[in-house]
């Protein structure tokens, strides 16, 4: 059973409250800082009418492995289908002395840990770092640290006996989620009349916290506490997990990024890291400060800042922009943006159905999703940086809410995109700067989305990349003359079309495209839009056709499919990104091959 209670029980909530400011910490990732200490209330949208409640989601969920499950629970979360009771943060003080000088530091936390549904029927949710961090940053919020969740358990009037289960390969599962969370309830349901919903509880879980040693301990999950009645925790800090380990007994419960000092409205972050004052909130020293070339550049009101990326010539960034688009920047970590070379930025819109991790892709580890092995952007940006030595090479990942950007956009309309694109543009104020628009499967949504909110196409674009992704094309929405009226701009710009013959494809022995509805036919169709002005020279090799026009600033690659195999994502795989971004170059076909052996192999990260 789900908790449930009476519905004239519930809190009431209040109003969200802007966020301003933002800082880097290696241990905590990109942390949202709300906007000042005195907000009370998570920055989410109030909670849908159709939203499902705790039982239904953990039944809709309950087959899905831990990836898949918690694009759902974030979502979920984003969107507002939280319990009211959590939105409104609750004050912890802590006080302590700093040399001769005492302080008082007061943070605000949500007052029980993250649950999915209503406050009526509600399933609190185990989650790994990395969903949590993405629901930290939306909010304007962090996770605890090992001294906050002491504090926080020393203050909470009401403190509940912890219910372990006996360890099992099904600890990981929803199943045993929901039979945790059911005898939590049973707990809380009875400390209702003294302690309503919205007082500050502890003792129920395990808490997913920040720590100065996650800097060296990259890829693990810091767990702490799960305290009993008499203050003492079941679970001493851990960090022996991978953290992709999430079992029954996690919780995540959001600090708000902006505490109050003495008074006065302080970064939490800022506490963490200063060399003295650290004390007040980390009980294990201060956390390092990441030193920051672009920090301080502000996207959707947040100030931002850089952190070391996975190989020490990178550097990366993440931060969420509303509605619900979840950012990752990857950078060069070696030349600093100040110098001569232009930024050459590439936004990349994401399939279908994958995360931004699976997207940039890493070798596969035992229990791993398939998805993390079949694009490699990250490997493939990898080689052309080799290769390129005239610009710096930006990637932007821009992973759409729910995992599709065909349905934001029916959802969120197509006026928000160019506001998103002149925020990444932003990251680098003053600095010479060209862009590539680039997607794969239902990404090219997001670039049509940018091409039909704006009348004509800016000139900071130079290359437009379409990698099986056209299925938005329409001559009647303009697509066509846009095009042609930005390819006739200058020479510099470039049109790619990788596409390949989906109508002839089977899935469990059916065909599952229209050959006019799919990429094969939306592509032919542009092309011969183009071609009543651009003439087109046409070749077929192996079975590739290759169209061109303007010299090659135009190249449609159009691959025949007579054994009706699936090679939506293989097109990518197979050296498709790297392509897509050379073609019409002096460099196109240089050390690699399109559709050939994949070249980036030793680029892979962990």
């Given at each position: 059973?789900?908790?449930?209670?009476?519905?004239?029980?519930?809190?009431?909530?209040?109003?969200?409250?802007?966020?301003?400011?933002?800082?880097?910490?290696?241990?905590?990732?990109?942390?949202?800082?709300?906007?000042?200490?005195?907000?009370?209330?998570?920055?989410?949208?109030?909670?849908?009418?159709?939203?499902?409640?705790?039982?239904?989601f953990?039944?809709?969920?309950?087959?899905?492995?831990?990836?898949?499950?918690?694009?759902?629970?974030?979502?979920?979360?984003?969107?507002?289908?939280?319990?009211?009771?959590?939105?409104?943060?609750?004050?912890v003080?802590?006080?302590?002395?700093?040399?001769?000088?005492?302080?008082?530091?007061?943070?605000?936390?949500?007052?029980?840990?993250?649950?999915?549904?209503?406050?009526?029927?509600?399933?609190?949710?185990?989650?790994?770092?990395?969903?949590?961090?993405?629901?930290?940053?939306?909010?304007?919020?962090?996770?605890?640290?090992?001294?906050?969740?002491?504090?926080?358990?020393?203050?909470?009037?009401?403190?509940l006996?912890?219910?372990?289960?006996?360890?099992?390969?099904?600890?990981?599962?929803?199943?045993?989620?929901?039979?945790?969370?059911?005898?939590?309830?049973?707990?809380?349901?009875?400390?209702?009349?003294?302690?309503?919903?919205?007082?500050?509880?502890?003792?129920?879980?395990?808490?997913?916290?920040?720590?100065?040693?996650?800097?060296?301990?990259?890829?693990?999950?810091?767990?702490?506490?799960?305290?009993?009645?008499?203050?003492?925790?079941?679970?001493?800090?851990?960090?022996?997990?991978?953290?992709?380990?999430?079992?029954?007994?996690?919780?995540?419960?959001?600090?708000?990024?902006?505490?109050?000092?003495?008074?006065?409205?302080?970064?939490?972050?800022?506490?963490?890291?200063?060399?003295?004052?650290?004390?007040?909130?980390?009980?294990?020293?201060?956390?390092?400060?990441?030193?920051?070339?672009?920090?301080?550049?502000?996207v959707?009101?947040d100030?931002?800042?850089?952190?070391?990326?996975?190989?020490?010539?990178?550097?990366?960034?993440?931060?969420?922009?509303?509605?619900?688009?979840?950012?990752?920047?990857?950078?060069?970590?070696?030349?600093?943006?100040?110098?001569?070379?232009?930024?050459?930025?590439?936004?990349?819109?994401?399939?279908?159905?994958?995360?931004?991790?699976?997207?940039v892709?890493?070798?596969?580890?035992?229990?791993?999703?398939?998805?993390?092995?079949?694009?490699?952007?990250?490997?493939?940006?990898r080689?052309?940086?080799?290769?390129?030595?005239?610009?710096?090479?930006?990637?932007?990942?821009?992973?759409?809410?729910?995992?599709?950007?065909?349905?934001?956009?029916?959802?969120?309309g197509?006026?928000?995109?160019?506001?998103?694109?002149?925020?990444?543009?932003?990251?680098?104020?003053?600095?010479?700067?060209?862009?590539?628009?680039?997607?794969?499967?239902?990404?090219?949504?997001?670039?049509?989305?940018?091409?039909?909110?704006?009348?004509?196409?800016?000139?900071?674009?130079?290359?437009?990349?379409f990698?099986?992704?056209?299925?938005?094309?329409?001559?009647?929405?303009?697509?066509?003359?846009?095009?042609?009226?930005?390819?006739?701009?200058?020479?510099?710009?470039?049109?790619?079309?990788?596409?390949?013959?989906?109508?002839?494809a089977?899935?469990?022995?059916?065909?599952?495209?229209?050959?006019?509805?799919?990429?094969?036919g939306?592509?032919?169709?542009?092309?011969?839009?183009?071609?009543?002005?651009?003439?087109?020279?046409?070749?077929?090799?192996?079975?590739?056709?290759?169209?061109?026009?303007?010299?090659?600033?135009?190249?449609?690659?159009?691959?025949?499919?007579?054994?009706?195999?699936?090679?939506?994502?293989?097109?990518?795989?197979?050296?498709?990104?790297?392509h897509?971004?050379?073609?019409?170059?002096?460099?196109?076909?240089?050390?690699?091959?399109?559709?050939?052996?994949?070249?980036?192999?030793?680029?892979?990260q962990?």
């Open positions: 059973m789900i908790a449930t209670m009476s519905a004239n029980e519930r809190p009431v909530s209040r109003r969200p409250q802007r966020r301003i400011g933002f800082e880097s910490l290696i241990a905590m990732g990109a942390l949202l800082v709300a906007a000042g200490a005195s907000a009370q209330t998570l920055r989410l949208p109030p909670r849908p009418g159709n939203a499902p409640t705790g039982r239904a953990a039944e809709s969920v309950a087959g899905l492995d831990r990836p898949a499950r918690e694009e759902r629970v974030v979502a979920e979360l984003l969107r507002g289908n939280l319990p009211d009771y959590l939105r409104r943060l609750v004050p003080t802590l006080t302590n002395s700093v040399g001769d000088a005492a302080h008082r530091l007061t943070v605000w936390v949500t007052p029980d840990y993250l649950a999915v549904g209503s406050d009526a029927d509600y399933l609190l949710m185990p989650l790994s770092p990395m969903a949590a961090r993405r629901i930290a940053e939306a909010t304007g919020c962090q996770l605890p640290t090992r001294r906050l969740v002491d504090a926080i358990h020393a203050k909470a009037p009401l403190k006996v912890p219910q372990p289960i006996p360890p099992s390969p099904e600890m990981t599962t929803l199943p045993v989620f929901a039979r945790h969370n059911e005898r939590v309830w049973e707990q809380r349901r009875a400390a209702l009349p003294e302690f309503p919903l919205g007082t500050l509880v502890a003792g129920d879980k395990k808490d997913v916290v920040v720590s100065p040693q996650l800097a060296r301990r990259p890829g693990k999950v810091a767990i702490y506490g799960w305290h009993q009645t008499n203050g003492v925790p079941i679970q001493p800090l851990y960090l022996g997990h991978a953290d992709s380990w999430v079992d029954y007994s996690h919780g995540v419960r959001l600090v708000a990024g902006t505490a109050n000092l003495d008074g006065e409205d302080k970064s939490l972050a800022e506490i963490l890291s200063d060399p003295e004052l650290n004390g007040l909130a980390s009980d294990e020293g201060a956390f390092e400060e990441v030193e920051s070339p672009g920090a301080g550049k502000t959707e009101g100030e931002t800042g850089w952190r070391p990326g996975p190989t020490l010539d990178e550097r990366i960034m993440d931060f969420t922009l509303n509605p619900g688009v979840r950012v990752h920047v990857n950078a060069p970590g070696g030349v600093p943006f100040n110098e001569a070379r232009r930024i050459h930025l590439i936004l990349y819109a994401l399939p279908n159905g994958n995360t931004i991790e699976q997207t892709g890493r070798r596969l580890l035992p229990d791993d999703d398939w998805h993390f092995n079949i694009q490699h952007i990250g490997a493939q940006m080689w052309l940086r080799q290769r390129e030595t005239n610009e710096v090479l930006v990637v932007a990942y821009l992973e759409a809410a729910g995992l599709s950007w065909p349905a934001w956009v029916r959802k969120n197509v006026d928000p995109i160019p506001g998103y694109v002149d925020r990444l543009c932003a990251l680098f104020p003053g600095k010479a700067l060209t862009l590539t628009l680039n997607g794969h499967s239902g990404g090219g949504r997001f670039i049509f989305g940018y091409l039909d909110a704006l009348d004509r196409i800016p000139g900071r674009v130079e290359r437009i990349a990698l099986d992704s056209d299925y938005g094309y329409s001559k009647s929405a303009g697509h066509a003359d846009k095009l042609l009226t930005w390819l006739r701009s200058t020479p510099r710009n470039h049109l790619c079309v990788l596409a390949y013959q989906d109508y002839l089977l899935l469990n022995g059916k065909t599952f495209v229209s050959e006019a509805g799919g990429t094969w939306r592509s032919l169709a542009m092309k011969a839009d183009l071609a009543e002005t651009l003439p087109f020279e046409s070749s077929v090799e192996n079975g590739l056709q290759t169209h061109t026009a303007l010299g090659g600033q135009v190249v449609f690659l159009l691959k025949e499919n007579p054994e009706k195999q699936i090679l939506h994502t293989v097109q990518v795989e197979r050296n498709g990104f790297i897509s971004m050379l073609t019409g170059t002096p460099a196109e076909g240089e050390g690699y091959e399109y559709l050939g052996s994949r070249v980036y192999d030793a680029f892979i962990p």
